[in-house]
T-cell receptor, first 113, second 110 residues
Framework: EAQVTQNPRYLITVTGKKLTVTCSQN?????MSWYRQDPGLGLRQIYY???????DKGDVPEGYKVSRKEKRNFPLILESPSPNQTSLYFC????????????FGPGTRLTVL | GIQVEQSPPDLILQEGANSTLRCNFS?????LQWFHQNPWGQLINLFY???GTKQNGRLSATTVATERYSLLYISSSQTTDSGVYFC????????????FGTGTRLQVFP
């Protein structure tokens, strides 16, 4: 089954404790992306990657890091989480240059105390 | 940047009713999609519809790209249709970054 998976699905942590949210897709997609969803602000892009070893900032990259060492994986790293990073996070992927649908993972609900 | 406006912001229906959700874009968009976010927060792909009309069961969508809007039709609504509906599209200079609307919150009561 074609899918995007994220782990963990739920996480409660404390300020400053480094964490990683994993994202994996099995569709051999080149493009992968992270979004965060906040009430009243909708979904905003954090980082994206056009292919292995190619990443770039989205609209709200501050406080986040990403890496793309393998085509299927695109982890999101919070080196020193803060309460304003409490949010619902989505990973997404799509093929390039196909004009096709973008597939979203199930979401990770993060709370930083 | 592109602004995406969705209407209505909230919609309350009784089971069996029909509804139309609208999405307006301030500029031309590519890769237009409609999503349903269920009460558990998951984003479900409904339609990839950069232009034209598509139907999937009780749902259908129409995009008029030249006039910068898209419509989502829900017929014979069911309680499981409840949730938030989003449209999203990419700009001409960055087609892969989806710009999301603020959503339409739909509640369907039995």
């Amino acid at each position: 089954e074609a899918q995007v998976t994220q782990n963990p699905r739920y996480l409660i942590t404390v300020t400053g404790k480094k964490l990683t949210v994993t994202c994996s897709q099995n569709m051999n997609h080149e493009y992968m992306s992270w979004y965060r969803q906040d009430p009243g602000l909708g979904l905003r892009q954090i980082y994206y990657s056009m292919n292995v070893e190619v990443t770039d900032k989205g609209d709200v990259p501050e406080g986040y890091k990403v890496s793309r060492k393998e085509k299927r994986n695109f982890p999101l790293i919070l080196e020193s989480p803060s309460p304003n990073q409490t949010s619902l996070y989505f990973c997404a992927s799509k093929g390039l240059p196909s004009t096709d649908t973008q597939y979203f993972g199930p979401g990770t609900r993060l709370t930083v105390l | 940047g592109i602004q995406v406006e969705q209407s209505p912001p909230d919609l309350i229906l009784q089971e069996g009713a029909n509804s139309t959700l609208r999405c307006n874009f301030s500029d031309s968009v590519n890769n237009l999609q409609w999503f349903h976010q269920n009460p558990w927060g998951q984003l479900i792909n409904l339609f990839y519809i950069p232009s034209g009309t598509k139907q999937n069961g009780r749902l259908s969508a129409t995009t008029v790209a030249t006039e910068r809007y898209s419509l989502l039709y829900i017929s014979s609504s069911q309680t499981t249709d409840s949730g938030v509906y989003f449209c999203a599209g990419g700009s001409s200079y960055n087609t892969d970054k989806l710009i999301f609307g603020t959503g339409t919150r739909l509640q369907v009561f039995p």
